[in-house]
């Protein structure tokens, strides 16, 4: 620790940062190439420039896992590298006498928690968390975790157990592209963002192989419903209606070509996430039947219509605001493919209902116009919540 006397560094804490330099350069200059040290727990002095000199070294090598003790750094690389995850390193991972004498990998994690699991006489829960700022590959190395364990925990020699665990791989891929949909949006950085989090459970059996699966999702942002950040966008799946709708879905739902709505900011920008027939098809196999479908883009496009929903200042506090002119057409949109009555939505948007005294009287209250756009707001993190939250494999 640096002691400060009267403002002035004590003379031994001068020694100290003079040695320390030394042996920063001694080993930042040494012979060992930093790219080759495979731990960072072998960073000596453990400072935040020898860590990430070091990472960076391995980076540019195109390395890159390394170890923190029991701990595994995985950096971005932001391309893809198929040969790091095929199913000949997996085995290679699976079938090694001691997967952590490999190199530094996602798959020696993966093995060295399924044979915790299997090398208990009594079988304990294994855990393992993915952590990191937004865009750090948390998704990707759940994704690669899953597939791993969907090859090692299926047994090879029966051919049942295989298929079951085809089944259940199969399932858990489905639900990534539905709740991508449903829960990513395109943000400053990061164009696939989960804005949710995720508890996947995999269930094996005493052989330890593959018997079913369970996500869990929580925390979903429902605010970017109606209400996105400037050059982002909202979840996925509004702008996959939006431009993947059939000519009669979009008749159907009220999605004329070009049609401007508030809460669909940077419509232009296309990504490769805007696919809704992959959607579509995942939740058909999901068994989200396409009437099911039907009736849930339909209240999303209702709520695009809602967004729309505008109102002006009433001038009077005992009357209701008014609805601007341009937003009359919109609530009704809204309110028929909510399936909900016009007035009674209007009413809910624009008076409060009080309840008090010894009688619970009951009082009607005409909100602001900033109340109601609350109001509005939250009916849409509302009825975005339920389908959204509902995805289950
Ligand atoms: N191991 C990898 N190999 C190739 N590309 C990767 C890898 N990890 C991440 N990426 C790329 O980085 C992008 C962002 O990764 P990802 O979506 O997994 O981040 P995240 O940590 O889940 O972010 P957020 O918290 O915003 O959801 C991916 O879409 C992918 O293009
Ligand atoms: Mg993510």
Redesign the pocket.
């Known amino acids: 620790m640096l002691q400060q006397v009267n403002g002035q560094s004590s003379g031994s804490d001068a020694h100290g940062r003079e040695s320390l330099r030394e042996d920063l350069q001694a080993f930042l200059g040494g012979e060992a190439p930093l790219h080759q040290l495979d731990d960072l727990t072998k960073v000596n002095p453990v400072t935040l420039e020898t860590v990430l000199r070091c990472l960076q070294a391995r980076y540019t090598a195109d390395t890159?896992y390394t170890r923190a003790g029991c701990t595994l750094v995985?950096l971005?690389?932001?391309?893809?590298?198929p040969q790091?995850?095929s199913p000949e390193v997996m085995q290679e991972y699976h079938t090694a006498p001691q997967p952590q004498k490999l190199k530094p990998h996602i798959f020696t994690v993966g093995e060295q928690t399924y044979r915790n699991v299997k090398s208990l006489i009594e079988p304990v829960n294994q855990s393992i968390v993915v952590s990191?700022?937004?865009?750090?590959?948390?998704?990707?190395?759940s994704r690669?975790l899953m597939k791993f364990y969907a090859v090692v925990a299926a047994s090879p020699t029966s051919w049942e157990s295989h298929k079951i665990a085809e089944r259940i791989e199969q399932r858990i891929l489905n639900s990534n592209p539905v709740m991508e949909a449903f829960g990513?949006a395109c943000?400053l950085?990061?164009?696939?963002?989960?804005?949710f989090g995720k508890f996947i459970q995999l269930q094996l059996n005493r052989a330890q192989q593959m018997t079913g699966a369970a996500v869990q999702t929580y925390l979903l942002e429902k605010t970017r419903v109606a209400c996105q950040a400037s050059s982002e966008r909202n979840f996925h799946i509004f702008y996959q209606i939006c431009k993947g709708a059939s000519a009669d879905e979009r008749l159907q739902w009220h999605l004329a070509e070009g049609a401007a709505f508030s809460w669909l900011p940077n419509p232009e920008r296309t990504l490769e996430e805007d696919c809704f027939e992959v959607t579509r098809e995942a939740m058909l196999h999901l068994g989200i039947d396409a009437p099911t479908q039907n009736n849930i883009f339909q209240a999303l496009a209702g709520l695009l219509h809602l967004g729309n929903t505008r109102f002006a200042d009433s001038g009077n506090e005992a009357q209701p605001c008014p609805l601007m002119d341009d937003a009359k057409c919109s609530v009704r949109t809204a309110a028929s493919l909510l399936r909900l009555p016009e007035d009674p939505l209007l009413e809910t948007l624009r008076i409060r209902t009080i309840r008090a005294g010894r009688r619970q009287q009951v009082f009607r209250k005409p909100c602001s116009r900033a109340e109601c756009d609350t109001r509005r707001d939250c009916l849409a993190k509302l009825v975005y919540a339920r389908p959204a939250g509902r995805v289950r494999v």
């Open positions: 890159f995985a971005n690389p932001f391309k893809p590298i790091l995850y990191g700022e937004s865009g750090a590959g948390k998704t990707w190395t690669c990513n943000t950085r990061n164009n696939n963002s989960s804005r």
